[in-house]
């Protein structure tokens, strides 16, 4: 397996060399070293001291490259009515400039494995080292590279959490809204306040080997122009192995409500594969472990994501988003 990884590794770097010399600065080691961190500390259930310690961590962590790191912390209900306490976390990098763009990922960890082949496991935490861990250890690396070389355009890193608190499997269907109560809270009450941002980019399993990002369904219906940029971008690193060219069921993530209520052109880029059936196989399973994070999955989406960043330009014109966008198509 050793062998096998670094020959993967040194492929991609001599993928990278014709590469946009910001987006080549993403370190695969580094953001995997992010995915380990979270893990050591255990499931980030919400309410658990390992979700407390990682919520430190990721602000002290953030503080080394920006001044400018603010917690939200919030109250909400899960789908059983049991009362939660949250916290979302901002960075933000360029921090005076008027255009901005919003990157986010959950980085809780969901608190039933209610999908596992083993029913023994559905009342018990996921390790969430893809579901979670892996997008939030993407936009650390990024933070990392922006404290190195300052965007024209502002960046805000937005670390959500209690996305991964829907409703039990068992529950199925009774439950309206319970996933994402981080973003909907956030969406509803931006911080900081009258935040605005041209467009946002979400990022949720993003660390599988086999990894599929297909254009999201809610991300076209909300912000097709985004996602063509994105993708287009990716295609440009040829990265088309991950950012595929297929067109998704609509899913419901953390970009819906942001979306919907912050009315920020928000995509996702997700792991999804409907010929798969859907999400990766150790989704919401004890098998989200540290063993299915790809370094080199971490790095197209941040090298992506870094891409996107680095062409945006001030007072550009904006990405516009819904109606106007889906009509034309
Ligand atoms: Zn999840």
Known sequence: MIGAMLLTAAVSCGSQQGAKLS??????ASAYGFVKTQVEFGPRVPGTPAHAACADWFVKTLRQWT?????QEFKAKAFDGRPLEGKNIVASFNPEAKDRILLCAHWDSRPFADHDPDPANH????????????????????????SLKKPAVGVDILLLDLEDFGEHANWSGRAEDSWGLGSQYWA???YPAGY???FGIL??????????????????????????????????????????????????????YINRHARIPTVDIIDYDGARGGFPSSWHTAGDTLEKIDK???????????????QEKQGSSPVAGNLEETSDR
């Open 67 to 71: 001044p400018d790191v603010l917690v």
């Open 296 to 310: 080199n999955t971490l790095a197209a989406v941040g090298r992506t994501v870094l891409a996107v960043v680095f």
């Open 188 to 190: 509803k009450n931006p």
């Open 203 to 256: 990022l949720d399993m993003v660390g599988a080997s086999t990894a599929t990002f297909p254009m999201e369904g809610t991300s076209m219906v909300f912000a097709p122009a985004v996602v063509k940029k994105v993708w287009a971008t990716a295609r440009g690193l040829g990265l088309s192995k991950y950012f595929v060219d297929t067109e998704s069921d609509p899913l419901i993530d953390d970009h819906l």
């Open 196 to 198: 605005r941002a041209r």
């Open 123 to 146: 009342f018990r935490p996921v390790m969430g080292a893809n579901d979670g861990a892996s997008g939030a250890a993407v936009l650390l690396e990024v933070a990392r590279c922006l």
């Open 23 to 28: 987006a080549a600065e993403f370190d695969a």
